[in-house]
């Protein structure tokens, strides 16, 4: 509905949305589509509970729940997730890339008018045969290509957000493609206000990030903590940029835990409560204003995800 954001248990108003993590996995098994790397299987229904409730007792309030169906959604648990914790989580729709998972079975043999009934009907009627319904689009696209079968979600995506008012929110790989991806979605008429572009932060690039801007998306850093591509430093430096630019109303954080080695549950880090515990307070600490902080973790998330029909 227009104005509200569809969570997994119905449309709320914006403003109950709060502290929300942009770009997050928290129950799926990508085996389903082909991905046999255990280290992302993300299906202990416990676990999963345990980690929402560390989130919410830190301050965590919403996030976005990027695993699609060919990842391994698994909307059920979600939705019993979410009743049982209090964590709002706004699931998706759509396709990954092709060089993480196989498209072959799940795309090559639809049209574009096929990919859209699917999305229309996961973001209005509910996903699996469930009630619970998508609140975003997903597509994405392979390191530094656009593959035949990724081109037809794009468009599948633009189109089915045309006809529900969901946004699209893209996957990239190491950042690369985000112009691209843009130039498709405009051939498609899709308004860029409601177009988000995610793991920017692998390509930390400040002027490909400004021209990525300019066109009116919407960029996720999901990349603090995760030093072993780029330090904080680095990432800290580009958004001070892209601030000093005027683009605080256009930057969300995440973290994309996708991995069991990402979670604190399971054993490891940096977890979902880095970015409020130690990335947020050390933005504060180099410089940047509560009322920006505040933006990347509440406003910017809560207009991004409000459906626009
Ligand atoms: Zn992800």
Redesign the pocket.
Known sequence: MKGKIRTILGDIDPKELGFTMA?E?VLDDPRVGGFMDADHVLNDYDKAKEMLMIYKNGGGQALAE?STKHWGRNTKGMAQLSMETGIKLVCCSGYLCENQVNMDEWVENKSIDDLVKEMVEEVTIGMDGTEHKAGWIKAGTSYNYISRREEKVLRAAARASRITGAPVHT?TSTGTMGLEQIAIMEEEGMDMEHFCI?HVSRNPDYWYHKKMLEHGVYLIY?GPGKAKYYTDETLINVLRKLVADGYEDKLMLSN?M?KKTHHIVYGYGPGLLYIKDKFLPRMLDEGFSPETVHKFMYENPARFYTMYK
Request: glycine content about 12%; overall charge negative.
């Open positions: 770009h996995h990027a996957h995610a999901d994309d996708g």
